[in-house]
């Protein structure tokens, strides 16, 4: 059984660009939910996709969006790079409806 | 929203101490986890425990849903437990984990 994984693990990028972070869910999982993490700060839920769709969505801008392929894995895209942008991104893999959720090592991004 | 509230903001022990940590929450769940994250950024999940009691090795959990709160108990700690301990919580019906602030526990040698 493989466990949840991103990639890539460092990204550096500029104010402006865009950036596509991945996610490979652990095996047999069909949801994904993706948190940034601030310094210092908990995770915060960007949003979940549940069979392609998304399942729901935290208080971030449109410019966070997402996507999930048929074999579950799944990008998160971040259009306009903004300097507060740089954080922490966690994937996380689960069955549907509140089971425990499983996080990949995450994607360190700095915004200069 | 649901608020979770995590006690005391920081720890600091001397290996072989036992500690209590506690999490606070202020509507129902259906969820609740606790994790620790490594000095990497990786999240590893301790449990999974919306209601009751589990234990793990020198680990062990209870959360009393009733009374909204839950506490994760380290026996005789060692260095390699230092870093930060998240409990996170879900609503009922919800989609998100919802993540306190942490306890961040440095064990010294």
């Known amino acids: 059984e493989t466990g949840v994984t991103q990639s890539p693990t460092h990204l550096i990028k500029t104010r402006g660009q865009q950036v596509t972070l991945r996610c490979s869910s652990q095996s047999g999982h069909n949801t994904v939910s993706w948190y940034q993490q601030a310094l210092g700060q908990g995770p915060q839920f960007i949003f979940q996709?549940?069979?392609?769709?998304?399942?729901g969505r935290g208080n971030f801008p449109p410019r966070f969006s997402g996507l999930q392929f048929p074999n579950y894995s799944s990008e998160l895209n971040v259009n306009a790079l903004e300097l507060d942008d740089s954080a922490l991104y966690l994937c996380?893999?689960?069955?549907?409806?509140?089971?425990?959720?499983?996080f990949g090592p995450g994607t360190r991004l700095l915004v200069l | 929203g649901i608020q979770v509230e995590q006690s005391p903001p920081d720890l600091i022990l001397q290996e072989g101490a036992n500690s209590t940590l506690r999490c606070n929450f202020s509507d129902s769940v259906n969820n609740l986890q606790w994790f620790h994250q490594n000095p990497w950024g990786q999240l590893i999940n301790l449990f999974y425990?919306?209601?009751g009691t589990k234990q793990n090795g020198r680990l062990s959990a209870t959360t009393v849903a009733t009374e909204r709160y839950s506490l994760l108990y380290i026996s005789s700690s060692q260095t390699t437990d230092s870093g930060v301990y998240f409990c996170?919580?879900?609503?009922?019906?919800?989609?998100?984990?919802?993540f306190g602030k942490g306890t961040t526990l440095s064990v010294s040698s």
């Open positions: 996170a919580v879900e609503r009922p019906a919800g989609t998100a984990l919802i």
């Open positions: 996380a893999s689960s069955l549907p409806w509140g089971e425990t959720q499983y």
């Open positions: 425990i919306p209601s």
């Open positions: 996709y549940y069979r392609e769709e998304e399942n």
